[in-house]
């Protein structure tokens, strides 16, 4: 499928990592901190890709919250105050005060009896903050408001994510390069490592679009391609001629990844440094004088994210793919729109690589779409916006246009705390079109005819938001 517009296309680079197994060696481990004491637990807290999970009960009723286990639906619920959080061994997917909140990097575990959940995300939702300190490999938790001893008193500059210790067993830091492959709207990247910072700028003359990889080199059997340091895969895109790579650098090594452009191109990047993706958008050079507006598309989850499953085990995954790509379909015919999308086949998407995307386009409007899941009789459509007067009005526009697409309950507007919605900079709405745990509704909304109808309400709420009749 086209993914832009007529004058607009939009290429993923997508930085696979490989799969990580921890049987033979176990995530770091990690101490905890509060008022200058260390907590002792009956599992350790582990480092886990940089973010710290430690025993729910024993940590967090030590910060004054309720905790409950139900075991039959794995699931524990964490009450402070009027803060209700529940997290689901495996599941990504929190929910807070009722409502869906955003995507964990790291579901929680059960280990040894023991459930671990991540604690910066439950510990700053009851009022606490954190410092990292990577030499002792230690969370230092202090109350939000600076109250305790003193001991965790945090610094006056933002604290970094936790970085997981190096690999002891690791020799190199140099990423292999293993596969590069150019489809008709994703430039899919593939290395042995988690991803290298990437470094997209455009030439001229003639009009190109490069990649460079530092810190890379190209792994035996993409060097083996090579014809005086040169090679090629072939390019399904309608906008690129050919895709050239090469060992471009020794000093750092640097893998450069080259597209030959058909049209002069713009540039539009998001690069999310440690992310496992990143996007680089590439649209037609405007027409002198012409303004479109610029609309980002984003459909939920993606790629290993199944998100919801449904009664019948469809995906929300699915489901979202198919209405996002029609609502594009339907924004080509629109000349004062021009269209992206965070993805347009099933690949995954980190959600800072969906808000910097959105962001660094500087985008006017961004909506993400997803669908419910809950009890069998929970139903409804339901727009999610946050704290922005502004994005409170498109969800509002949104809204009213998918209740007469779905014919759902009216579950209401409603502000979240949802990365997607608070990160980007530009008015954002996150819709969810219904519950896949309803049988009514997952029953219609896995039909073409409802899909239909709901894209087509999507494309009259973007339209009637920004005034274009």
Do not use: C
């Not at 993923?12 to 481990?29: C, E, R």
């Not at 399904?236 to 893998?255: C, G, I, Q, W, Y």
């Amino acid at each position: 499928m086209k993914l832009w517009s007529t004058v607009a296309t939009l290429l993923m680079i997508a930085l696979l990592l490989p799969s990580l197994a921890f049987g033979a060696t176990s995530p770091p481990t990690a101490k905890i901190v509060l008022d200058g004491k260390t907590l002792t637990t009956e599992v350790d807290p582990l480092n886990v890709d940089g973010n710290v999970l430690v025993p729910i009960r024993q940590i967090f009723e030590k910060l004054g919250a309720k905790v409950t286990w139900d075991q039959s639906k794995q699931t524990a619920t964490i009450v402070r105050d009027s803060m209700k959080i529940q997290l689901t061994v495996g599941d990504r997917i929190p929910v807070v005060n009722g409502s869906r909140a955003e995507q964990l990097e790291v579901a929680p575990m059960n280990v040894k009896g023991n459930v671990l959940v991540p604690v910066r995300f439950v510990g700053q939702k009851i009022g606490y903050d954190f410092k990292w300190v990577q030499e002792t490999s230690t969370v230092q938790i202090f109350p939000k408001s600076g109250q305790g001893s003193g001991a965790g008193t945090p610094p006056t500059t933002p604290t970094p994510t936790p970085t997981p210790p190096p690999n002891p067993g690791q020799v190199s830091d140099k990423v292999l390069v293993k596969t590069i492959q150019l489809t008709k709207d994703q430039l899919l990247v593939g290395t042995d490592k988690k991803s290298p910072q990437a470094n997209v700028f455009k030439l001229t003359s003639p009009d190109r679009i490069v990649i460079d990889l530092p810190g890379t080199e190209l792994d035996a059997s993409l060097a083996a391609k090579l014809v005086s340091n040169v090679g090629e895969v072939p390019s399904l895109h309608p906008m690129v001629e050919k895709v050239r790579f090469s060992n471009f650098n020794n000093d750092p090594a640097t893998v450069r990844i080259t597209l030959d452009m058909k049209a002069k191109a713009d540039l539009a990047i998001s690069a999310a440094a440690g992310q496992a993706n990143l996007l680089v958008g590439v649209l037609k050079a405007p027409e002198p004088g012409k303004t479109k507006y610029k609309v980002v598309i984003d459909a939920g989850h993606g790629g290993t994210d199944s998100g919801a499953v449904s009664l019948t085990n469809k995906k929300e995954k699915d489901f979202v793919l198919a209405v996002a790509n029609k609502v594009a379909k339907l924004l080509e015919q629109e000349p004062n729109i021009q269209t992206y999308m965070t993805r347009s086949t099933d690949t995954f998407v980190t959600l800072k690589g969906r808000s910097e995307f959105a962001n660094n386009l500087d985008a006017d409007l961004f909506l993400s779409i997803h669908a419910n899941k809950a009890t069998p009789t929970a139903g409804g459509t339901e727009t999610f916006y946050y704290e922005r007067a502004d994005s409170k009005a498109f969800a509002n526009v949104v809204q009213k246009h998918l209740l007469e697409a779905t014919g759902f309950k009216n579950r209401g507007v409603k502000e979240g705390d949802l990365h997607v919605v608070r990160e980007t900079k530009m008015p954002a709405a996150l819709a969810e079109v219904g519950f896949l745990s309803n049988a009514q509704e997952e029953a219609l909304m896995y039909t073409s005819a409802f899909q239909d109808k709901v894209a087509a309400s999507f494309v009259a709420a973007i339209k009637e938001y920004l005034k274009i009749s």
